[in-house]
């Protein structure tokens, strides 16, 4: 009887919204920033948002439908999946076509990187291979933070580059934050507190990315292409990264671990609009 219902129920959270929580901030950190340093709130800001949402939020009952046609799980959840596809795929569609009355078809470029990274995905997730995979994520932050030029183009009402500029600022802050997410996760198994030479080997990489990221837009702001202030948000980050790998997350529970990542990215995204 239960699993009748359950059938029958097309409004199941779990099929509904991801279920990496933490992914938001991947595609509103870079949507806000976008909308705001293209300094105009419009109705086709609006179906951006729409467009933006309805795409990150169908991932999950596609994925859901992979994993029942892939043999991972039964078929009670595929109805709510299909409602839920039907959903978005609805929404979503509105939205596009809000988007092209409004003159910004050519925003449509931007959906085509995102298509095979997501086949990829699917790929993965047929096969069981989908956790963990750090290369997978990072790429996928990559499209997410295609939101950052849609954004700045519909504010500026044009292609301008800067909007691919802050595509790679973006991208770069987001991939810094998952590589230093995955090193609070494997500290969070150690027993003890290593010694200083461990702590630092096992953070390096997710110090290389952070101090890249700063290194790189110094750089930028001595040649006067972003402000001064910009370097900032990324010093944040950095100094984040610093403190993380000398205190370990010894035992530390992922959920607080994604809250304290949380914070840090919402005050990099608050310090970004700010500085530009």
Known sequence: MTTSLRKNNLFLRHVALPSDHGSWVFLLSPLLIGLFAGNSWSLAAVFLIIASLAAFLIRQPVTIVVKVYSGRRGRRDL??????IGVYGLIGALALIGLVWQGFAYLFILALP???VFAWHLYLVSKRAERRQIGVEVVGSGVLALAAPAGYWIGVGALDPIGWLLLILTWLQ???SIVY???RLEQRQLGA????KI????????????TFNL????????????SLMLSIPYALQWGETIWGTFKPAVGMRPTAIGLRQLIVS?????LFILAW
């Open 174 to 176: 987001s991939a810094a």
């Open 266 to 270: 919402s005050l990099f995204t608050v």
């Open 114 to 116: 995102g298509m095979p």
């Open 215 to 226: 290194v790189f837009v110094a750089i930028l702001s001595i040649l006067n292409v972003v």
């Open 79 to 84: 109805n709510a999946a299909w409602f839920w």
């Open 181 to 183: 997410a995955y090193l």
């Open 193 to 196: 507190i290593p010694d200083i």
């Open 199 to 210: 702590r630092l080997k096992m953070g390096q990489r997710a110090l290389l990315y952070t």
